[in-house]
Nanobody, 128 residues
Framework: QLQLVESGGGLVQPGGSLRLSCAAS????????IGWFRQAPGKEREGVSC????????NYADSVKGRFTISRDIAKNTVYLQMNSLKPEDTATYYC?????????????????????WGQGTQVTVSS
C-alpha cells in the first residue's frame, strides 16, 4: 500500500525556518517523483517544489526560490522540504504527493494534476 505521511509543521515567526518531512512507504523513491504543495484557506492548492525520480533533479515555484530546498534520503525513503526566511504568505497546509511509477525519469512538474497519491498534510503557520 502506497502511503505518504507529512510531519514537521508548526508555528514560526516571519524570517524563521521549518523542515517538513514526507515519509513514504509501500514504494521506492527511485521510480516516483515527489512534490510539495500547499493550500491556504480559500485558495487553490499550489505546487511549491518537487524532486524527480532517478537523478533527483529539483524544481521550485518562483515564490519560494532561494528560500526553500527539497531533498531526499533514499535509504530512509523520505523527502524533506527545508523552508527558510518564512513569510506570512507561506502559511498553509503543506502536502506531499507522488507521481509514478515512472519508467523514464523526467524533470518533475508542479501542476497538481500530475500527481497520483497524496499525504494528509501538515499545517504551517507563519505569524508574529
Amino acid at each position: 500500500q502506497l502511503q505518504l505521511v507529512e510531519s514537521g509543521g508548526g508555528l514560526v515567526q516571519p524570517g524563521g525556518s521549518l523542515r517538513l518531512s514526507c515519509a513514504a512507504s509501500g514504494f521506492t523513491l527511485d521510480y516516483y517523483a515527489i512534490g510539495w504543495f500547499r493550500q491556504a484557506p480559500g485558495k487553490e492548492r499550489e505546487g511549491v517544489s518537487c524532486i524527480s525520480s532517478g537523478d533527483g533533479i529539483t524544481n521550485y515555484a518562483d515564490s519560494v526560490k532561494g528560500r526553500f530546498t527539497i531533498s531526499r534520503d533514499i535509504a530512509k525513503n523520505t523527502v524533506y522540504l527545508q523552508m527558510n526566511s518564512l513569510k506570512p504568505e507561506d502559511t498553509a497546509t503543506y502536502y506531499c504527493a507522488a507521481e509514478g511509477p515512472l519508467l523514464l525519469s523526467r524533470l518533475c512538474v508542479l501542476p497538481r494534476a500530475s500527481y497520483d497519491d497524496w499525504g494528509q498534510g501538515t499545517q504551517v503557520t507563519v505569524s508574529s
